[in-house]
């Protein structure tokens, strides 16, 4: 059987690109979070595991070496152990595999190698120029950045609308752990993070208007 991994960050991302050279044989793994968090902590990625240990799935596709992870450390353990299952990894974008006439293929490993360190160059790029985006907005007005003011309780509804963000990935994710959810509720283009107490605080919220 032939498998097929996608990432996408969160619940209103198209996942359409990635399925740009799908097949219709394919059996599809699709995780919803963030890039940041280990493939082998994503829960789609630990079915694919599962279904690679028992021999189901021969070949494996995705639309590019960075679905498999946010760093190069991260990518290569991925690959590396994608290898051990014997499986046939395919990369969209460039064209390669890792197998080449049931040979582990050389130009693949130097290619994925290479662009997985950029990734993780471009990402630590990414998290500077908006560390100095904040800072840049402090110097300008102070007050841009302040909490909420002590003393103040927010209800429960106004939690859950502050939240919206966070609310759809826990109900999309509600196995991950605290701190997996926290990573996962990053918006660079919102500034939006919520810390793993709040994550808390907002499972809480929701489980108990289940009650």
Do not use: W
Request: aromatic residues 4%; contains cysteine.
């Amino acid at each position: 059987m032939k498998g097929r991994y996608i990432r996408i960050s969160t619940a209103t991302q198209s996942i359409l690109r990635q399925l740009v050279k799908a097949h219709s044989d394919e059996k599809l793994f699709i995780d919803i979070c963030s890039g940041s968090i280990p493939f082998n902590e994503r829960p789609e990625a630990r079915k694919l595991y599962d279904e690679l240990a028992v021999g189901n799935i021969k070949s494996l596709s995705v639309s590019s070496v960075d679905r498999l992870g946010r760093n190069s450390f991260d990518v290569q353990s991925t690959l590396h152990q994608l290898n051990n299952y014997q499986v046939n990894v395919f990369i969209d974008n460039l064209g390669i595999c890792s197998i080449v006439d049931q040979k582990p293929n050389p130009i693949f490993k130097i290619i994925t190698d290479v662009l997985a360190n950029v990734a993780s160059m471009e990402r630590l790029s990414l998290l500077e120029r908006q560390r100095e985006g904040i800072e840049a907005a402090i110097r300008k007005n102070p007050n841009t950045y302040k909490g909420r003011l002590k003393g103040t309780i927010d209800t429960d509804d106004e939690v859950l609308s502050k939240h919206r963000i966070l609310v759809k990935i826990i109900k999309a994710n509600p196995k991950l752990s605290l701190r997996s959810l926290s990573k996962l509720s990053v918006d660079k283009e919102r500034g939006y993070q919520a810390s793993p107490n709040t994550v808390k605080k907002v499972k809480n919220i929701l489980e108990k208007s289940k009650l």
